[in-house]
Structures are given as structure tokens and as C-alpha cells.
């Protein structure tokens, strides 16, 4: 059994959703737009994940 993943697009404000992973999550924002490091490195962070788990 693995990890349940999942994007709610309703919760988040305009743009914005949430990344679900597992029992943790984060914010996305604008899913149409890239993802600067300093905020991949938040995100990752609220997810438990680190850089090298992205490999």
C-alpha cells in the first residue's frame, strides 16, 4: 500500500489548491505558473519530502 496523492483544486483561494500527501499537505499556487526554489523548498518541507526525493 502506498502513499495516497492528491491536488484539491476547490480549497484553495482563486488559483490556489492544496497538495495532499499522505496526511500532510501544502499549498499550491498558481498550478499554471513555475515554482520558484525558495517556495519548492517550503512546500517540500509542510510535505516531510527533501530535494533528493524528487530524484
Not at 491536488?7 to 520558484?36: P, W, Y
Request: aromatic letters at 6%; zero cysteines; glycine letters at 14%.
Amino acid at each position: 500500500m502506498g502513499i495516497s496523492v492528491w491536488l484539491d483544486a476547490v480549497q484553495g483561494h482563486g488559483s490556489h489548491g492544496m497538495l495532499h500527501f499522505g496526511d500532510r499537505f501544502t499549498t499550491m499556487k498558481d498550478r499554471k505558473k513555475e515554482i520558484g526554489p525558495g517556495l519548492l523548498t517550503s512546500m517540500l518541507r509542510d510535505l516531510g519530502l527533501k530535494k533528493s526525493d524528487l530524484d
